[in-house]
């Protein structure tokens, strides 16, 4: 198992960036073009959500089969955790916190703990690539929702 941390400060309000990272929609563009969901649901993140969606790698292979389940979901404290798995993952536990560090900044903090076997390091690999990729995205949602606030 490895486990990766990601941390990034945002220049702008902590709800604002939380709604970003809590939106299916939002994730669905801040992860495109690597990673294309079918059946992914609206709306945002919800405490004991469990789907099955698939997943595309770079929007060209074929669906595999992903479950994600939301193991804990505190709204007002800004905390996310949850247990996903399939397309060759034994364990993704993903651990997602924001936090307000006052005049319109906040932390944005990612921690992966990553199982999947023999391939683990190839597999964490990828995830140091996907997560550059997804902030880039975070940050280009995040300008677009303070020019229209």
């Known amino acids: 198992m490895t486990t990766l ?29 690597l990673i294309r969901f079918d059946d992914l649901p609206a709306g945002r993140v919800a405490s004991g959500q469990d789907l099955t969606v698939g997943v595309r790698l770079v929007g060209i ?13 505190d709204d007002s ?13 034994r364990r993704w536990a993903h651990a997602i916190t924001v936090q307000p560090r006052g005049a319109g900044q906040c932390d944005v903090t990612d921690r992966l703990d990553i199982d999947a076997g023999l391939l683990t390091p190839l597999v964490a690999t990828w995830a140091r690539i996907f997560f550059r990729h997804r902030h880039r995205g975070r940050l280009r949602l995040v300008a677009e929702a303070l020019r229209s606030a």
């Open 5 to 33: 941390v990601f941390r990034h400060r945002f220049e702008a309000p902590a709800r604002m960036v939380w709604g970003i990272c809590t939106d299916f929609g939002c994730l669905a563009q801040v992860c495109a073009p």
């Open 61 to 73: 292979l074929p669906p595999q089969p992903y479950r994600m389940r939301v193991v804990a979901f």
């Open 77 to 89: 404290a800004m905390t996310l955790q949850s247990e996903e798995t399939g397309a060759g993952v």
